[in-house]
């Protein structure tokens, strides 16, 4: 449930306030990063692509080494030359991929930052053209709800055989990931809602969501 502006506050306005940089101390400001999914699938290219160049050039220096280590000058050279050559097929798409994420940063840089504003009297957020807001007059009650979630990561392991033969063997590991944290709200009227927390730190942000409806309500003598 969202509720409409009331005479506490206009939540446009805060966030207006709040990216022109005048707003009151008692404000908490909470950015979100800056970015956008293509500047994140570029980037993310880019650490793919330099990681495969890595293990090319390990498996290189390898065959070089063993090949050296049998006294086969020719194949060695051969070894480094072909590397060489095949190096720059990644390192000209890193270069290119670099030209697009400058281009992406610039372009989501004159966007709106998402933020969250905690405040006195309730809490706004701005994320992808959109505005919400919670007003603490309106809740009853607010409960911290956490979810443990995993995630897996998948590694490579190279072995080199007898005959100088590369091969990566993959493995995959489940290890604990950041858990989805939200608020679970009780409205005045009986009705439930939940207020998401989508910037980071999420557990910081949602503890000081508590407590400033804490003290709001001891304030105004619930």
Same mark, same amino acid.
């Given at each position: 449930?969202?509720?409409?502006? %009331? ?59 063993? %090949? ?155």
């Amino acid at each position: 449930m969202q509720l409409q502006p %009331s005479q506490t506050f206009d939540p446009e306005q805060v966030v207006h306030q709040v990216w022109q940089g005048d707003y009151p101390p008692a404000w908490r400001v909470f950015f979100g990063p800056i970015g956008g999914p293509l500047l994140y699938l570029l980037v993310t290219l880019q650490v793919l692509i330099g990681m495969a160049g890595l293990l090319l050039l390990c498996a290189g220096v390898v065959t070089a080494v063993t %090949s050296f280590a049998e006294k086969s000058m020719p194949d060695a050279l051969g070894a480094v030359l072909f590397v060489g050559v095949i190096l720059l097929v990644p390192i000209g798409l890193i270069v290119l991929l670099q030209r697009g994420v400058r281009g992406a940063r610039n372009r989501t840089s004159t966007k709106p930052r998402p933020v969250m504003v905690v405040m006195p009297e309730g809490v706004v957020a701005y994320r992808r053209k959109q505005t919400r807001a919670i007003f603490f007059a309106h809740i009853a009650q607010m409960q911290l709800r956490v979810k443990a979630n995993r995630k897996t990561i998948s590694t490579y392991t190279t072995i080199t055989g007898a005959n100088g033969t590369v091969s990566m063997i993959p493995s995959t590991t489940t290890v604990p990931a950041a858990p989805s944290i939200w608020l679970d709200l009780v409205f005045q009227g009986g009705q439930r809602g939940v207020w998401t927390i989508d910037n980071a730190p999420q557990d910081a942000i949602a503890q000081c969501i508590i407590e400033t409806y804490t003290q709001y309500r001891l304030q105004a003598g619930f």
